[in-house]
């Protein structure tokens, strides 16, 4: 069964440091894209930072230049550094991720899945002032 990892989170004081991961597990074929979303109580999920085999980055306006992502392919995983952290961040971070994958039936017949959306339990960054 394909599940999405995070670890990472945890509390830290403003200006400071954190590097979030997320692996992908399971018959993965390929990963088409991975990213970083986040939600505080009563909002909406909002993109943290996205990336996309073969293209560049992309970033919300309010991380530019503060975060990072990046992948490690062959370890299906993602990390999200995020420096200078402001109390605004604070959050649960998702991962996302579109997934090229397969999965047995108990007679070990495969079903091949393409550009599935999943989503990881989340982690929870607080930012204190």
């Known amino acids: 069964q394909v599940q999405l990892v995070e670890s990472g989170g945890g509390l830290v004081q403003a200006g400071g440091s954190l590097r979030l991961s997320c692996v992908a597990t399971?018959?993965?074929?390929?990963?088409?894209?991975m990213g970083w979303y986040r939600q505080t109580p009563g909002q909406s999920r909002e993109l943290v930072a996205h990336?996309?085999?073969?293209?560049?980055?992309d970033y919300a306006d309010s991380v530019k230049g503060r975060f990072t992502i990046s992948r490690d392919n062959p370890k299906n995983t993602v990390y999200l550094q995020m420096a200078n952290l402001k109390p605004e961040d604070t959050a649960v971070y998702y991962c996302n991720a579109e997934l090229n994958y397969s999965e047995y039936d108990s007679s070990l017949i495969p079903t091949f899945h393409y550009g599935m959306n999943h989503w990881g339990k989340g982690t929870l960054v607080t930012v204190s002032a």
């Open positions: 990336i996309r085999s073969g293209r560049s980055p």
């Open positions: 399971g018959s993965i074929t390929s990963i088409n894209a």
